[in-house]
């Protein structure tokens, strides 16, 4: 079992920047890949970034691609999500994730944050 717990959300005018962090507890964190999703209002939940169990690989939503990064530190127990030139539809609750290994599909990640709120401005 690990516990999620997002935090960084807010208000920003587009173009601005904020970083994400979730942190984790309970199981061994560097045993799980993490994942970074998005759900904005009216629209189905959608993949914004993963980060293998080391660091190593990453992938990314091709909207958010050369704007967002996602990072892990491992002896934190922190997965971040670093979002810059961010538009008006960014808006949304972002959500972090664990699962067995990195993927751009829900149904991989056994173990989900409560969210955080991110509202873009124009």
């Known amino acids: 079992q690990v516990q999620l717990v997002e935090s960084g959300g807010g208000l920003v005018q587009a173009g601005g920047s904020l970083r994400l962090s979730c942190a984790a507890s309970?199981?061994?964190?560097?045993?799980?890949?993490m994942g970074w999703f998005r759900q904005a209002p009216g629209k189905e939940r959608e993949f914004v970034a993963t980060?293998?169990?080391?660091?190593?690989?990453?992938y990314y939503a091709d909207s958010v691609k050369g704007r967002f990064t996602i990072s892990r530190d491992n002896a934190k127990n922190t997965v971040y999500l670093e979002m810059t030139s961010l538009k008006p539809e960014d808006t949304a609750v972002y959500y972090c994730?664990?699962?067995?290994?990195?993927?751009?599909?829900?149904?991989?990640?056994?173990?989900w944050g409560q969210g955080t709120q991110v509202t873009v401005s124009s």
């Open positions: 994730a664990a699962g067995d290994h990195p993927s751009r599909s829900q149904t991989t990640y056994d173990y």
């Open positions: 309970g199981r061994t964190f560097g045993s799980f890949a």
């Open positions: 980060v293998s169990r080391s660091g190593g690989v990453t």
